[in-house]
Antibody
Framework: EVQLLESGGGLVQPGGSLRLSCAASGFTFSSSAMSWVRQAPGKGLQWVSG????????YYADSVKGRFTISRDNSRNTLYLQMNSLRADDTAVYYCAKDLLPAPGRFGYWGQGTLVTVSS | EIVLTQSPGTLSLSPGERATLSCRAS???????LAWYQQKIGQAPRLLIY???SRATGIPDRFSGSGSGTDFTLTISRLEPEDFAVYYC???????????FGQGTRLEIK
């Protein structure tokens, strides 16, 4: 059974940093592209970032490019999202998602999410 | 960036009725890369349909997708109580990756 468990969310001040983690199990992690998708309170879904199975290729939405960094440790079956220069509009539940294709886009499995709140 | 517009914003129906949800793209989308998700309150989204018309694993056959170009439709043939949720369409294109979601349609019990 595919399982994705996010952690690392919390309250952070504007301009601060946070690192999210997603522990994966139940599938061959190194073969799967992975993504982060977020949802602001009461709002819709927004894709944030994706990474290939090998970790060589990364992708970012324009809204986070230069501030967020996606990475993975295939030996630990863990996906990461380093978030710097956080802004109030980054406040959201962040979901880890497993892609069903070699590149980001078809999100077949989702974690339960971790809440990030950016506020002073 | 491709903008997806879903309609209606809210759809009020009764169990047993047929639901038709629309997703319109601001420019042509490859059918291979159009998906639908269901999200219930307090839960993560779930993939329903990919490739515009293929059901994901475990999805009941009362869910069907259709469309091409800029107009896509999700149909639920006979609503069950567990189908009342928010539905999102999504497109994904490559070089570079552009992944966008519609704003969602809330399907509520009438």
């Amino acid at each position: 059974e595919v399982q994705l468990l996010e952690s690392g969310g919390g309250l952070v001040q504007p301009g601060g940093s946070l690192r999210l983690s997603c522990a994966a199990s139940g599938f061959t992690f190194s073969s799967s592209a992975m993504s982060w998708v977020r949802q602001a309170p009461g709002k819709g879904l927004q894709w944030v970032s994706g990474i290939s199975g090998s970790g060589v290729t990364t992708y970012y939405a324009d809204s986070v490019k230069g501030r967020f960094t996606i990475s993975r440790d295939n030996s630990r079956n863990t996906l990461y999202l380093q978030m710097n220069s956080l802004r109030a509009d980054d406040t959201a539940v962040y979901y880890c998602a497993k892609d069903l294709l070699p590149a980001p886009g078809r999100f077949g499995y989702w974690g339960q999410g971790t809440l990030v709140t950016v506020s002073s | 960036e491709i903008v997806l517009t879903q309609s209606p914003g809210t759809l009020s129906l009764s169990p047993g009725e047929r639901a038709t949800l629309s997703c319109r793209a601001s420019q042509s989308v490859s059918s291979d890369y159009l998906a639908w998700y269901q999200q219930k309150i307090g839960q993560a989204p779930r993939l329903l349909i990919y490739g515009a018309s293929s059901r994901a694993t475990g999805i009941p056959d009362r869910f069907s997708g259709s469309g091409s170009g800029t107009d896509f439709t999700l149909t639920i043939s006979r609503l069950e109580p567990e189908d009342f949720a928010v539905y999102y369409c999504q497109q994904y294109a490559y070089s570079p990756p552009w992944i966008t979601f519609g704003q969602g349609t809330r399907l509520e019990i009438k």
